[in-house]
């Protein structure tokens, strides 16, 4: 078993396809099967099970992929540490997001990562938590940017900033005229979910001390699969919504008909932390990305550290 042979299993494994599998690692599709069918002999077991119309990973296979995953970032680490004299911030760094997050923050640091940061290669994820915890266990991702707090011994949340919520409504709504919208402003409206996986709809029902989701009636159906959904749901005076203050440099806040105000109330904001795990070898990189964060946050936003200094 060689670092060659976990790559092959690795490359079938993202792609499930043996042909692309081959593509993506520069062999010819015979040697790729060839070498992974002699490691399958060589362990004893299969890794994967094939047929004329797919490829899927076996159960042990599974946890073999995952040891793959933590040999080659370890062997990585090796060669990032030997050229750390050379650029220790240079190569690829995997970065997962939140989809009520990154349309909205991303925009605002990748040129400046770039600008600063030429030889680091932005790699970008945009799913939901749940998702983007199983991606950073099982090694295919460096750090996730989450809205969730994490108790879990291998992971490390670097807390970076408190998000305040907005109150979006219809531009005919009453509250065009307040001053200020509290909680209690909110008890008598439709308030508008997204689906079910998405943590901005948990952290909405617990800023507005929702119990749980209406289950029937016409709001019971009215969940959208994204924030931009959700605005348009608002635009047709289906209800009001809270948004994250990023999302207030988005298209909709101009000409939309669409209207919003901080929300507010005590704790009506969510914590945007970077996790990562706690054996990755990068931090330097993190902590790179993370400062260039905090340098371009809006005003709407509070900082929960300092920039880090050389």
């Known amino acids: 078993m060689n670092l060659r042979d976990l790559k092959y299993i690795v490359a079938v494994a993202d792609t499930c396809h043996f042909g692309k599998a081959a593509e993506r690692c520069f062999v010819s599709q015979p040697t790729l099967s060839g070498q992974i069918k002699k490691l399958e002999e060589e362990l004893g077991v299969a890794i994967f099970e094939r047929s004329n119309r797919s490829v ?23 060669v990032q540490y030997a050229s750390a004299h050379q650029d220790q911030l240079a190569g690829a760094l995997h970065i997962g997001a939140m989809p ?37 266990h099982n090694y295919e991702i460096d750090a ?51 689906s079910e996986g998405h943590c901005l709809a948990s952290q909405a029902m617990e800023v507005l001390h929702i119990k ?39 298209s909709w806040t101009s000409g939309s008909g669409v209207v919003a105000q901080p929300l507010k109330a005590a704790g009506a904001s ?26 371009r946050l809006p005003n709407t936003v509070k900082p929960r550290r300092r920039i880090k200094t050389t």
């Open 56 to 78: 899927e990973i076996t159960p042990v296979g599974r946890n073999i992929v995952i040891y793959a995953r933590q040999i080659m970032e370890q062997a990585d680490a090796i």
């Open 100 to 136: 009520t997050l990154s349309p909205y923050l991303m925009p605002l640091i990748l040129a400046p990562l770039k600008k600063r940061y030429p030889q680091m290669k932005m790699v970008l994820s945009e799913e939901l938590t749940d998702s983007l915890l199983n991606r950073l």
């Open 144 to 194: 996730a940017l989450l809205a969730t707090p994490v108790d879990d011994p291998e992971l490390v949340s670097m807390p970076l900033f408190d998000e305040p919520f907005w109150v979006a409504y219809p531009s005919k709504h009453r509250f065009y005229t307040k001053d200020k919208i509290t909680r209690r402003d909110l008890d008598n409206e439709n308030i508008l979910l997204l």
């Open 212 to 250: 749980e989701r209406q289950s029937q009636g016409e709001m019971a159906d009215l969940r959208a699969a994204s924030l931009e959904t959700l605005i348009q749901l608002v635009k047709a005076d289906f209800g009001v919504t809270l948004v994250p203050a990023l999302a207030m440099g988005g």
């Open 270 to 295: 969510r914590r945007i932390s970077l996790v990562y795990r706690r054996s990755f070898p990068r931090v330097a990189a993190l902590q790179a990305f993370a400062d260039t964060i905090l340098e």
